[in-house]
């Protein structure tokens, strides 16, 4: 079906129909479908989740299922092995083990000791990824998909620490669209939710084809939707965990329930919107598993080192967009110069804990000062806020571009200038912007002391693969 049909079929949706076409000098935007599958409240929704999965199968695109970990239990529990067949055309993830019943995984790891919190949400995010693999019968795990605002850099960590290859609806992503990758783990932004299509949700739903053609100017578009919305009118935990357990645990309060009549005419727009996808030019249908994949990590050199530093003077940020690396890695592979070592392929890293802290004035070092220094550093944990060279105390990017210039030149004594320590955060809005205090169903105890501080002091972890308009495998893939 085309932007017209559906257009005729959504009276209420006004826009003008589409005439762009896609160019060789511009590859297609590629598309995902994602589906949040969370209530584990209410065993008629499970019914839901089998329709989107036999809609999208009918339709010839593989969709991701999102799926909370004890949801996955309780469709066990619930006999409903109809619903997890259903998804084995599909790709899964998971959504945490518990969703928002508190604590949820914020209230968990927003405390100081970063070991603290990370074993609690691995522990938790095991048993979450653990539930969907057993469930399934053991698909593959492709991704981690906060609930809501519970995002945490802890459980990015710890996500890529599972063997889990993308964080999805996170706030790493810049307005160029590019590659990311943070933490450890590849990001995946969500672009649109679709649940504007059921009658009547939205006071002003957006024009299809103005939708249309704005995520056709983005490299990835990532449509998304909950599949209980299909047959309730209010979120399942709106009710249960806005702000505090508000029922003993099993004893859900139910959601008012949606008219079939509209329940029926969702689910029709749906299947006319995914088929005007698939007749656009401009879109190429792709899941998680038919993205280009992640390129072998490139060592970093001597002989890389000119440009690396002309690099970050530039922009304190992702280095070398061709080799990956970021600033965490080039601080690794020249503290492991100044010991001696020889090239260094990248690998974990880690940013801060804290703010960075440099030097306010000029200030002399010396090279054997950086030597000594260089010793001490753990590599192996998270980047210090400052380090002692000699009697100085420098900023962690202070050391690296002196130790940059001691490992370029023959200079015995460099000097370190005041300079910013982390780097810029005005291409990454909502990272930049990302606030959780007050926000979601998180419980007024959350006092986020540490969790938005630290997600944006990863940033020296942030590196780019590709960038601009970038177009999967497409052999086999439904246009």
């Known amino acids: 079906m085309n932007a017209t049909c559906l257009l005729a079929a959504l009276p209420l949706l006004a826009g003008a129909v589409p005439t762009a076409t896609a160019s060789a000098a511009q590859p297609p935007t590629e598309v995902l479908f994602f589906l949040d599958a969370e209530d584990y409240t209410d065993p008629d929704t499970a019914d839901s989740i089998k329709r989107f999965a036999d809609l999208f199968a009918e339709e010839g695109v593989k969709a991701h299922f999102a799926i909370v970990g004890f949801l996955a239990d309780q469709l066990v529990r619930w006999g409903r092995q109809d619903v997890l067949a259903s998804l084995r055309p599909h790709l899964v993830g998971t959504q945490t083990m518990y969703h928002s019943r508190h604590p949820d995984i914020c209230e ?22 653990d539930a969907v693999r057993s469930a399934t019968g053991g698909m593959d795990v492709w991704c981690a998909v906060p609930p809501g605002d519970s995002k945490s850099y802890a459980a990015y960590y710890a996500w890529a620490d599972l063997g889990i290859p993308f964080v999805c609806d996170t ?25 504007w299509l059921i009658p009547g949700i939205a006071k002003n739903p957006p024009a299809v084809a103005e939708m249309l053609d704005a995520a056709s100017r983005r490299p990835r578009a990532v449509f998304y939707a909950h599949p209980h919305i299909a047959v309730r009118t209010v ?78 003077e530039k922009s304190l940020g992702p280095v070398d967009e061709s080799a990956s690396w970021c600033v965490a ?61 000699g009697k100085l105390e420098i900023g962690p990017a202070d050391f690296l571009f002196a130790a940059l210039e001691a490992l370029m030149t ?58 601009g308009k970038s177009v999967s495998d497409v052999n086999g893939l439904q246009h």
């Open 235 to 312: 979120h399942w935990d709106a009710v249960n965990y806005n702000r505090t357990n508000s029922v003993p645990w099993g004893e859900w309060k139910p959601t008012p329930r949606r008219s079939t009549a509209d329940t029926e005419t969702y689910f029709s727009r749906v299947r006319d919107f995914v088929r005007t996808v698939k007749g656009d030019p401009r879109f190429i249908l792709t899941d998680l598993s038919r993205l280009p994949p992640p390129r072998p990590r490139v060592p970093i050199k001597r002989a890389d080192l000119p440009r690396v530093k002309a690099s970050l």
């Open 108 to 129: 968990i790891t927003d405390v100081e000791d970063f070991s603290l919190a990370y074993h609690r949400v691995f522990d938790e995010e095991r048993r979450a990824r």
């Open 410 to 467: 023959d200079a015995n004594e460099i000097t370190v200038m005041p300079r910013e320590q982390l780097g810029n955060l005005d291409d990454l809005p909502e990272l930049k912007s990302f606030r959780l205090k007050g926000t979601w169903v998180h419980t007024p105890g959350l006092e986020d002391r540490y969790l938005s501080d630290r997600m944006r002091l990863q940033l020296w972890t942030l590196r780019r693969e590709r960038s």
């Open 171 to 195: 706030v790493v992503w810049n307005r160029a669209g590019d590659d990311l990758w943070y933490c450890n783990i590849r990001q995946l932004r969500y672009d649109e939710s679709i649940e």
């Open 329 to 389: 890695d080039v601080f690794q592979a020249v503290v492991g110069f100044l010991r001696g070592e020889g090239e260094r392929t990248p690998g974990k890293v880690y940013g801060f804990l804290s703010a960075p802290r440099g030097v306010a004035a000029p200030a002399k070092v010396s090279r054997a000062d950086l030597v000594h220094a260089a010793k001490s550093i753990d590599l192996s944990a998270f980047l210090p806020p400052a380090i002692r060279v």
